[in-house]
């Protein structure tokens, strides 16, 4: 349990401070910095499959066209979540990523009740009241939706559905996201080679550095996170996950000096109340199944 919460919160750490490696190739454009974020993840991991000699799930999916097609789904909203985040991080719109990730919790509730038939509590659906409450809000004083926070929150909502009834593990369905993905992105790296100064190899070492280190800064988090929810429950999770888009917040207004109104602060607000109604109402029915239990 112990290691289980050092593991997750370290996860969603990096991703807090994730931003901050956006700034070291904020030349490349998004696309091209999403290419060689699948390029590299998938030379890690596969030298982690190699290194443990996990390959038996490979010959397997050949008789499961559903289980490919599944991934390839999931593999298309992971690239959509990633190249979104990119963009709204080069573009200054890291306060609205990390809105996103803030309703994510609340998107899964949503997803659940409408795909998976479970029934949300009265709490629950009180806390979509207010979130929705706060995305209206963020709507009319900005006179658009809020549509990089929507982007976010219902492809990282989708694929986490996706991932919860997935048959393959967290490396391998990790490694079979990449190798889907790893085609187009092979074929972009080859096209874009040399290009121009801000195409790979770029005349600056450290850049090219950068951009090969978007492999193991992808890869590390995710692997972390997996390994950190095997060790620990639902509930204590669910609390954790707040870290990535806190730090991600904080970021943006004191190191990006993005904007930030007292009129966006309120949408925000409510938002952050039907958080915490959401984690309160989490935590108080664990508690109560650990007494029912003992």
Do not use: C
Request: a positive charge; zero cysteines.
């Amino acid at each position: 349990m112990q290691s289980g919460i050092v593991y997750a919160a370290l996860a969603y750490v990096l991703w807090g401070v994730f931003p901050l490696y956006f700034t070291r190739v904020a030349e490349i454009a998004a696309i091209e910095v999403l290419v060689h974020r699948i390029v590299w993840s998938l030379v890690l991991l596969l030298v982690l499959l190699a290194a443990q000699r996990r390959w038996a799930w490979l010959g397997a999916l050949v008789r499961q066209p559903k289980v490919l097609a599944a991934f390839a789904v999931s593999a298309l909203l992971l690239s959509t979540n990633w190249l979104t985040y990119i963009w709204s991080v080069q573009n200054g719109h890291l306060i609205d990523a990390s809105l996103g990730y803030f309703i994510t919790p609340l998107v899964n509730v949503l997803l659940g009740y409408t795909v998976l038939h479970e029934r949300p509590r009265q709490a629950q659906w009180f806390a979509l009241a207010l979130a929705a409450a706060g995305v209206l809000w963020l709507t009319l004083q900005g006179g658009r939706l809020p549509w990089i926070a929507l982007v976010l929150a219902l492809s990282f909502g989708a694929y986490g559905l996706l991932r919860k009834v997935a048959v393959l593990g967290a490396l391998e369905g990790l490694a079979l996201e990449t190798l889907l993905l790893a085609p187009p992105a092979l074929i972009a790296l080859v096209a874009w080679w040399g290009r121009g100064p801000t195409s790979f190899p770029t005349p600056d070492l450290a850049t090219n550095l950068w951009l090969l280190a978007a492999g193991p800064f992808t890869a590390i988090p995710l692997l972390l996170f997996a390994a950190g929810a095997r060790r620990v429950s639902m509930t204590t999770l669910g609390l954790l996950q707040y870290i990535g888009p806190s730090i991600a917040f904080m970021l943006g207004i004191w190191v990006f000096h993005e904007p930030f109104s007292a009129t966006r602060l309120a949408g925000f607000g409510l938002i952050w109340a039907a958080l915490v109604l959401y984690s309160a109402d989490g935590w108080r029915v664990a508690r109560r199944q650990v007494a029912a239990a003992a």
